[in-house]
Nanobody, 125 residues
Framework: QVQLVESGGGLVQAGDSLSLSCAVS????????VGWFRQTPGKEREFVSS????????YYADSVKGRSTISRDNSKHIVYLQIDSLEAEDTAVYFC??????????????????WGQGTQVTVSS
């Protein structure tokens, strides 16, 4: 079992930066990768970024590549997602989730077994 709790969402201005945190707890965390997804009403959950717990291998969606950084603190069991140069299109509920790291479908939400409750990010233009 893995538990995830997001924090750090809120209302920000376009062009600002935002850092989200995902506190992860549970057993055998090294067997998992943690991903960030986002969702807006009426749309499917969209992959944003992913990092493996043990090696720190990262992957980004094209929509945030170059202006986003995912990282992890192994001692605190926290995964961070920073997004710079925020745009109105970044407005969404952001979720972190865990999947067995061996599964290669990094962007597919169906392979993620555990999910947090989500945190709202609203970008005002």
């Amino acid at each position: 079992q893995v538990q995830l709790v997001e924090s750090g969402g809120g209302l920000v201005q376009a062009g600002d930066s935002l850092s989200l945190s995902c506190a992860v707890s549970g057993s055998s965390l090294g067997d998992y990768a943690v991903g960030w997804f986002r969702q807006t009403p009426g749309k499917e959950r969209e992959f944003v970024s992913s990092i493996t717990w043990s090696r720190g291998s990262t992957y980004y969606a094209d929509s945030v590549k170059g202006r986003s950084t995912i990282s992890r603190d192994n001692s605190k069991h926290i995964v961070y997602l920073q997004i710079d140069s925020l745009e109105a299109e970044d407005t969404a509920v952001y979720f972190c989730a865990a999947r067995p790291w061996r599964l290669a479908q990094i962007t597919d939400p169906r392979v993620y077994s555990y999910w947090g409750q989500g945190t709202q990010v609203t970008v005002s233009s």
